[in-house]
């Protein structure tokens, strides 16, 4: 990749970054939650692929998986009980309101259909389509996994975060169901890494092509 080029991912991704913080200013922890498992989703991605554009594509993805809640009222994104079937109606058009986003940014398509993605079940009971199996975009499946990885690893207002093993057991008990079994294949295989990472509350920012995977893996 020559210099110009390089400049060019650089300032994509430092854009995309920033997305995620102006809804980190509306919500107060996304922007963590999202850049940790952006960093966690590619553990999984470089078992199946060492492609560096779909490596960035699924990196982006998972970053901005949830940038559509930008658009999701305050009373209703903010709400500290839980939300009527209305208001449940209006959070779950979040991913369609990410695709439109990301998907005006060019060279950004895989990331949009993350994005678009990323609330589908590998049974087919996921939205906002109800797709199946390997209907699901790979990088979808995978963040997937991940994404319910971090928010059981994570303390919430209503109750304190499970440990790596509670969570562990959880997602091997749902393969096939809400996950891809290839994806839980994949999580055993690299439960050294990730368990080190999530308990390190890993959520370092970088190019997921030029950062080595040494690097990755360290602790922040």
């Known amino acids: 990749m020559n210099v110009e080029a390089d400049n060019l991912v650089r300032a994509d991704a430092a854009f995309a970054e920033a997305l995620v913080e102006a809804l ?18 590619l553990v999984l991605a470089r078992r199946f692929t060492a492609d560096t554009d779909q490596l960035r594509q699924i990196y982006w993805g998972a970053l901005l998986h949830d940038i559509g809640k930008i658009g999701i009222p305050d009373a209703i994104l903010l709400k500290q009980g839980a939300l009527n079937k209305d208001e449940w109606q209006e959070m779950r058009t979040h991913p369609e309101k990410g695709h439109r986003i990301v998907a005006q940014i060019q060279g950004m398509e895989e990331a949009a259909e993350i994005v678009l993605s990323h609330e589908e079940r590998f049974d087919g009971t996921g939205y906002p389509r109800g797709l199946k199996g390997e209907q699901i975009s790979l ?12 928010a059981m690893t994570s303390d919430r207002p209503y109750r304190k975060a499970l440990s790596f093993d509670q969570a562990y057991a959880e997602i091997v008990k749902m393969s096939g169901i809400q996950f891809d079994p290839l994806a839980v294949q994949a999580f055993l295989a690299e439960e050294t890494t990730l368990r080190e990472m999530v308990e390190a509350k890993c959520m370092q920012s970088h190019d997921p092509a030029i950062t080595s995977k040494a690097n990755e893996r360290s602790r922040p």
């Open 139 to 150: 990088g979808a499946r995978l963040f997937a996994l991940i994404d319910t990885l971090d």
């Open 24 to 41: 980190d200013i509306r919500e107060h922890e996304t922007g963590d939650h999202s850049k940790r498992v952006a960093c966690h989703t």
